[in-house]
């Protein structure tokens, strides 16, 4: 696997809203990092939930399968299969599995939040992995716009070697 900034080059994901498997074997799998975000999968077991945090970074979840309880900030909010929601950096949350399935949604963070090669079974392996500074976003993916710029990372007018 890459482990350094991606390619500039399409990544499809197709079905992610509609079609995502209703179990899956991992709490957590790192499908995407780029310069600004990160696309991550999780599935919350059967009376499961994500841990009670506060990221430093945005986030945005999609469900696609299940139902659940999410607290951000204090303040519940049922969620299902197809419902969006955003964490700002800084903010309490927790999301809770209160249905008969696994909980299954896509998060992006932005900017990244792990390490591009996670894949974390459960979220005990997940908190131990994270506790022990080996589950953590890589340099390249917190750098500064113009500093990406500047190194030809990001060039405005789309054209790359």
Do not use: C
Request: net charge negative; charged share 25%; glycine share 10%.
């Amino acid at each position: 696997m890459p482990t350094g900034p991606p390619k500039h080059e399409m990544q499809y994901f197709p079905n992610m809203a509609n079609a995502l498997p209703s179990e899956s074997a991992e709490f957590r799998r790192v499908l995407w990092t780029g310069l600004y975000s990160q696309v991550v999968l999780m599935t919350v077991p059967v009376g499961g939930d994500i841990g009670d945090e506060v990221h430093t970074v945005d986030q945005a979840l999609t469900f696609t399968s299940g139902v659940g309880k999410a607290t951000i900030a204090g303040k519940d909010q049922d969620v299902k299969a197809g419902d969006l929601m955003v964490v700002p950096a800084g903010t309490q949350h927790q999301f809770v599995n209160t249905g008969p399935t696994p909980l299954i949604l896509y998060t992006i963070y932005s900017p990244a939040e792990h390490d591009p090669q996670t894949v974390h079974k459960t979220k005990e392996e997940g908190d131990e992995e994270e506790e022990a500074g080996k589950d953590e976003a890589p340099e390249w993916s917190r750098k500064p716009q113009a500093d990406n710029e500047k190194a030809g990372l990001v060039k405005t007018d789309g054209k790359y070697d």
